[in-house]
């Protein structure tokens, strides 16, 4: 089983919600569609699920062409980031309704019916309506109902999104099992680099209606291939530094320098820019030939065990990550530290030039 | 501390005191605002179980002479009560028909983008905005013309024309407030429109379908005009009979009163029915 998006494009309006996309999902895969707000995960997932038909392009499941099909042949499951059920059904219904309409007998339906409310630990509300029940519970509910049916597709839109912090992670450690044993394809969209990265598999990092990247998560997240990727797969954003290379010598900042290292010595000189995480961040020269920037603090977030740093340097917002607590001065200057191994050099167009060693090590 | 123990203590008083003293104010314009919007209907039941002879005598303010002879020449005679039944019939009809109608349309406003539909959604309701009397005489030579003239289906047609838009409007406010996504989950997992329509999305809307049921009655059981325009005998409405009740022998008040009071009754019914969702309904189901 295999979904193949062939030149797929939506434009609504004369507005383009989705850049002509290319794709191809295997069989048994976890695939996260990686993206900000208005990015078009929807808008693509939708266009998979047959909802909405593709402006240009097509769309083949199994090496056969279900562009413009009926939602209804499709077999495709689908679960909303709002908790969808049918309220006016109870939760046994709600998830043997699918079911229903394929016309299995009764015991196949119990049988199964209980089978994904065991999984989804819902067995004990299975008389309950679905608005009787917690925020959680109603989305596992629709989660069993969209893995009852085997549906060879399912679709998963930022499902954990309106849920609370605990139940979120409650049910994010489950997701990856569920998905283990449906065998199908799944495709989950998020806003979060942190919960594509913990659900593995692939990634598609997606920016303003188009497919940035597409790989195995770590890979992209370890080598993205251009600026926009790496500021989507990241979280807190990747901090940019424009940097000019004049032989052995990158110089940044206002007229600081720093020993050019392996990584950039085969590129021609010029201006690049140079990416990295707020996690590299130092407060110390951790190495000899640390780039040292000269930076103003503006505001600090201490998360409990961590430091988030806002800095401002030379007009471009920069976040660090500092491990433990520390109380710095609020306005004043903080000098900041980077190994230049932490570093990954884009083109100026944004095109990975080289990415950095670290990275490529692991 | 006492002084301000003594204090505190008064001041509790005095707050109480001109709580009760609120309280009585609101029982009492409560009390008149009830006796205002109950006299007419005192009156009429008052009427209905006098006798003619003290109906036009002295005023009294409960039957002396206490009759149910009214109740009895209205429940046997068919010329009266198969007014209620012709009512019944082509209300029942209108409701039926309005609900017909404006279901899949109000389905159609809410889910939909299509060219005008908003120009369209706003003419439907300024059908609202011309008099009954305004489509009397079309109608009374449109239906003689067929053969509908004196049918129910005659009035339970020319109603749908004020009944369908109101039912459109108030259906769509109802439709809004459910999800697009559980129509299109619904489709995911299989369902055709028409079973989707019917075992998911009717039961959700299942309180506006009663709102509108309602206001579909309330517009078609009060309406006189066009009814009586419409009808000759057979299918006369209860409304047009209880206007025609000066016989040789002079008006029967008493006959009319009760008549009246039958009138009120399935309509009390209805507003039983529906009433947690009467004021929703009121705003075309946009609360």
Redesign the interface.
């Known amino acids: 089983m295999t979904l193949v998006l062939e030149g797929v494009s939506k434009v609504v309006a004369g507005q383009t919600h989705i850049h002509p996309t290319d794709l191809t999902l295997q069989n048994g895969t976890m695939n996260v569609l990686l993206g900000p707000t208005l990015s078009g995960k929807t808008s693509l997932m939708r266009l998979m699920?047959g909802?909405d038909v593709p402006s240009s392009g097509r769309i083949i499941w199994n090496g056969k062409d279900v562009t413009g099909q009926?939602?209804?042949d499709?077999k495709?499951?689908?679960v909303?980031q709002?908790f969808?059920n049918?309220?006016?059904?109870t939760v046994f219904e709600n998830i043997a309704?699918?079911l229903r309409?394929?016309r299995m007998s009764a015991a196949e339906i119990k049988t199964a019916v209980h089978e994904a409310a065991d999984l989804m630990q819902l067995a004990p509300f299975l008389d309950r309506k679905p608005l009787e029940l917690s925020g959680g519970q109603q989305q596992r509910c629709?989660l069993a109902?969209a893995l009852v049916?085997k549906a060879g597709l399912v679709l998963l839109d930022e499902p954990l999104a309106n849920l609370d912090y605990k139940l979120r992670e409650e049910l994010r450690v489950e997701i990856p099992k569920i998905f283990e044993e449906s065998g199908a394809i799944f495709v989950y969209a998020t806003t979060e680099p942190e919960e594509a990265l913990l659900l593995g598999g692939n990634t598609a990092t997606m920016w303003q209606g188009q497919i940035t990247q597409f790989g195995l998560t770590p890979s992209v997240y370890r080598l993205p291939n251009n600026a926009t990727t790496a500021r989507v797969f990241s979280d807190p954003p990747m901090n940019f530094l424009r940097v000019t290379k004049a032989g052995s010598v990158l110089a940044f900042g206002d007229g600081q320098t720093a020993p050019v290292t392996s990584h950039m010595a085969a590129m021609p000189d010029g201006v690049y820019l140079a990416g990295f995480r707020p996690n590299h961040v130092a407060l110390s020269p951790n190495v000899p030939g640390a780039m040292e920037f000269n930076t103003t603090l503006s505001v600090t977030e201490i998360t409990g065990s961590e430091t988030f740093i806002h800095l401002d340097h030379n007009g471009e917002p920069w976040v660090g990550l500092i491990h433990g607590v520390h109380h710095l001065k609020i306005g004043q200057g903080l000098k900041v530290y980077l190994d230049t191994d932490h570093a990954y050099i884009f083109a100026e167009d944004g095109q990975m030039v080289a990415p950095a060693p670290y990275a490529k090590a692991a | 501390m006492t002084v301000a123990g003594t204090n505190n203590a008064s001041t509790v008083v005095r707050r109480r005191r001109r709580a009760v003293v609120i309280d009585k104010k609101k029982a009492l314009v409560m009390g008149l605002y009830l006796i205002f919007l109950m006299l007419p209907i005192y009156w009429l039941l008052n009427m209905s179980l006098k006798s003619n002879a003290e109906i036009v005598g002295d005023l009294t303010l409960l039957p002396q002479d206490f009759t149910l002879e009214n109740y009895t020449t209205i429940l046997t005679d068919p010329s009266w009560y198969m007014g209620y039944v012709n009512s019944i019939i082509y209300v029942t009809i209108n409701m039926m028909i309005s609900l017909a109608v404006a279901l899949p349309a109000a389905y159609a406003f809410s889910r939909y983008n299509f060219m005008g539909d908003k120009h369209l959604f706003f003419w439907l309701l300024t059908n609202r905005m011309a008099p009954p009397a305004v489509f009397a005489l079309p109608f009374f030579q449109l239906y003689s013309s067929v053969g509908l003239f004196d049918t129910h289906l005659a009035v339970a047609l020319a109603h749908t024309l004020f009944n369908v838009p109101l039912a459109v409007w108030i259906l769509e406010g109802f439709m809004r407030g459910v999800?697009k996504?559980?129509d299109?989950?619904?489709?995911?997992?299989?369902?055709?429109f028409s079973?989707f329509f019917t075992r998911?999305f009717m039961?959700?809307i299942a309180p506006g379908i009663g709102v509108t049921a309602f206001f579909c009655f309330m517009f078609s059981w009060v309406e006189l005009l066009l009814s009586r325009t419409l009808t000759g005998s057979d299918a006369r409405p209860i409304a047009a009979i209880m206007t025609r009740t000066s016989g040789a022998a002079g008006v029967d008040w008493g006959v009319l009163a009760a008549a009246g009071m039958l009138t009120i009754v399935p309509g009390a019914l209805v507003i039983y029915f529906v009433r947690n969702y009467i004021a929703k309904g009121f705003a075309l189901g946009r609360v």
């Open positions: 699920a909802l009926r939602v209804q499709r495709v499951a689908m909303y709002q969808i049918y309220p006016s059904m309704s699918p309409l394929m629709a109902r049916k | 999800p996504e559980i299109e989950t619904a489709y995911l997992d299989g369902y055709s079973r998911i039961p959700l």
